[in-house]
């Protein structure tokens, strides 16, 4: 890293979203001169500015579909969490095209800025969707990774230091499952499933900042980083909040697996697994910089590591109900929920 984040100035993308947001918290506890947040929503800005009250927060109105709002807000920046994005799955399915827009097309901005404006480094936020994608919305993610890596590949020569970081779930973030759960149970609803057979890594908020905050600290630039994390279940997920909550028997209605879910998350892929570093609570996948002249490979080809097993959330650690409640009572949310 070439400056220390405090004093710094730091544009965070979609900063008004559940990572966006914590992040800019997080930045300013710990000194940061001044954090930009650019997003389109006035009344997530506004909501954010009077919780704040924080001079160093300074909120820029725009897209990065427009590479013109993305220039204004990076401008000056030493650093770039680009964190803007469409993220729903169902949405997706049903307007493709906007996804593209937003995922690929405005990260291709934001990259394309951070470098003509000199940033010091740039985090892009993915998804293990984007792995063996399936749907649009994962296909979208998985094409900002390789534009990230594109634009990192050939600018070899740029003091922009670009990486990915990629995670699963993330606990009680906005549209997240966990604080579904939660007021149907307080509310005595049936719990609605897609599937209890289900599995989901399970990573909470500020661990997810940690993630960004290694890979600015740890990138070579072109490179992806996995925190590595424990999974449940579904149906673990429920009991565990059911006994939290003191709810006895539960209804659970079964209502059947959404357009494009998966079964389960899977973090980094077979052919990533094989080349990942592994830095102890966090995998780094390096940068291929090989150019596009392959004729080198056509007598004596690439030696290939041993392959390993992708990483998912079914063959990680693998949370019961009592370590899953334990995790849960890590959360800042939950605790408020059950008034502790």
């Known amino acids: ?60 109105i725009g897209d990065t579909r427009d590479p013109l709002s993305v220039a204004t807000a990076v401008k000056g920046t030493d650093f770039i969490f680009h964190a803007a994005a469409l993220k729903q799955v169902p949405s997706a399915e049903f307007f493709p095209l906007e996804a593209v827009k937003t995922n690929i097309e405005g990260s291709a901005n934001v990259l394309r800025s951070a470098i003509e404006c000199g940033v010091d480094a740039v985090v892009c936020l993915s998804t293990d969707k984007a792995v063996y994608p399936i749907n649009a919305m994962g296909m979208s993610k998985a094409l900002m990774e390789k534009t990230a890596m594109a634009f990192a590949r050939n600018n070899q020569d740029s003091p922009t230091r670009i990486a990915v970081t990629r995670y699963g779930n993330v606990m009680y973030s ?50 992806l980083f996995v925190r590595k994390a424990p999974a449940s279940t579904v149906e673990v997920l429920v009991q ?79 949370l019961d109900v009592e370590g899953v409640k334990q995790l849960l009572l890590t959360l800042p949310e939950i605790r408020t929920e059950l008034g502790l």
């Not at 993308?13 to 997003?39: K, W, Y």
């Not at 059947?256 to 998966?262: D, M, S």
């Not at 080198?296 to 290939?304: A, C, N, Q």
């Open 1 to 60: 890293m070439t400056r220390d984040i405090a004093g710094s100035t730091v544009t965070i993308t979609g900063g008004t979203g559940s990572f966006g947001s914590t992040m800019v918290r997080h930045l300013l506890a710990n000194g940061v001169g001044e954090v930009r947040i650019l997003s389109r929503d006035e009344a997530k800005q506004d909501a954010m500015r009077t919780a704040l009250k924080d001079e160093r927060a300074r909120f820029y």
């Open 174 to 223: 906005r549209g997240s499952v966990i604080p579904l759960f939660v007021s149907q149970l307080k509310a005595g609803k049936p719990i609605t499933v897609t599937d209890p057979s289900m599995t989901r890594f399970l990573m909470s908020l500020s661990q997810s900042v940690d993630l960004v905050l290694h890979a600015f600290t740890n990138a070579t630039s072109g490179d």
């Open 240 to 318: 565990a909040l059911a006994e939290l909550f003191e709810v006895q028997n539960p209804e659970i209605q079964n209502i059947g697996t959404r357009h494009g879910e998966k079964l389960y998350e899977s973090l980094l892929g077979v052919e990533e697994r094989a080349h990942a570093v592994d830095q102890g609570g966090y995998f780094k996948v390096p940068l291929d910089t090989r150019s596009l002249d392959y004729s080198i490979y056509f007598e004596e080809g690439e030696s290939r590591k041993q392959e390993l097993d992708a990483y998912t959330s079914h063959n990680t650690e693998r």
